[in-house]
């Protein structure tokens, strides 16, 4: 069973940075990309970016594009999501989601979203001064 588990989470000033980690176990497949995506109180889920285990190729939105990195570790079988430059408007539960029907990045609007078969419970980021 594929499993997803988030860290990093926490309170940073705006103008602050935080690199949360999305830890990635259980795949039968060298063909898979995880995502991260965002849900703030009393708004929709809003994806921020993908990578492909299979060649790193990624996605950003266009409201992250530029703060945010993506990376993975395949040996530690961890994604990654530096978010640098953070706005109180970044303030939401991150998510990481696993994609396995292949290696290539889903959309990032709600459609998109539910390609994402594995989900994790979640991690707090608050976005403060």
């Known amino acids: 069973q594929v499993q997803v588990v988030e860290s990093g989470g926490g309170l940073v000033q705006p103008g602050g940075s935080l690199r949360l980690s999305c830890a990635a176990s259980g795949f039968t497949s060298d063909y898979y990309a995880i995502g991260w995506f965002r849900q703030a109180p009393g708004k929709e889920r809003e994806g921020a970016s993908c990578i492909s285990s299979y060649d790193g190729s990624t996605i950003y939105a266009d409201s992250v594009k530029g703060r945010f990195t993506i990376s993975r570790d395949n040996a530690k079988n961890t994604v990654y999501l530096q978010m640098n430059s953070l706005k109180p408007e970044d303030t939401a539960v991150y998510y990481c989601?696993?994609?396995?029907?292949?290696?290539?990045?889903?959309?990032?609007?709600?459609?998109?979203?539910?390609?994402?078969?594995?989900w994790g419970q979640g991690t707090q980021v608050t976005v403060s001064s």
């Open positions: 989601a696993a994609h396995t029907w292949g290696s290539s990045c889903p959309r990032l609007d709600s459609d998109g979203a539910g390609e994402y078969d594995f």
